[in-house]
């Protein structure tokens, strides 16, 4: 399995910035988790073969970009895009953003060859098929409905945690999940600003590293992932001094394999 965490920017060089302001995963060109920068970051060849997008809340900074990806493509679609997502964000998502308002109602419009996007809608606990992928949602503790995810192919399992404070039903049903690979997990506040982290339901690393106590696998690669921008290099240091060899912070653009 292949997967990137998209660039949110780009430097006058067009390099990737460091800084991750928007949430998206990509796996295997194909299926985008979130879809915050989906439509500035990804490669020609990738916005040709990325048709399905798993919504795990509607937060900005994970859906941003998804009208303007749709938008950019609505004439030459052969296949719907399919939005992936619980009822509950998929009401969300039509409610405040595909409402004729922000922008259009999508869902509703085609193209010379059929439907421009589809919801698609999931149910909590109940494995589901994405493309090549199967895929489990559990609910996390964010301020919004929000799902983390389990997603494997024939071979291997990663986790995403997307936003979350402390939980409890995720690491469980990951602590079940045979050859998990790796875990992608939040860490947005330093340890300095626990109150505001605990406010706004995310993590810092000392809440991080008491979360991965919950899990009983190790050794699988663990990628933080979520870091405010402002606080990228003190949260970097403070996951740095957790002194977990399995542990670092995800590099934005790079495209890691498992
Ligand atoms: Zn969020
Ligand atoms: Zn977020």
Redesign the pocket.
Known sequence: MHIQLLPSSFDDSGHANAAQRLTCFLIDDRVSVDAGSIGIALSEAQRRTVRDVIVT?P?M??IASLPIFVDDLFGELEQPIRIHATQQVIDLLKRDVFNDNVYPRFDELKNERGRVMEYVPFEIGKEFQVAHLTVIAIPVN???P?VGLLVSDSKVTVAFSS?TAETEEFWKVASRAPHLEALFIEASFPNSMRGLAEASKHLTPVMLRDELRKLSHNGMDILAVHLKPAYRETVARELTELEMNNLSVMEIGRVYEW
């Open positions: 809340h937060h900074d994970h964010h301020i919004v929000t936003d």
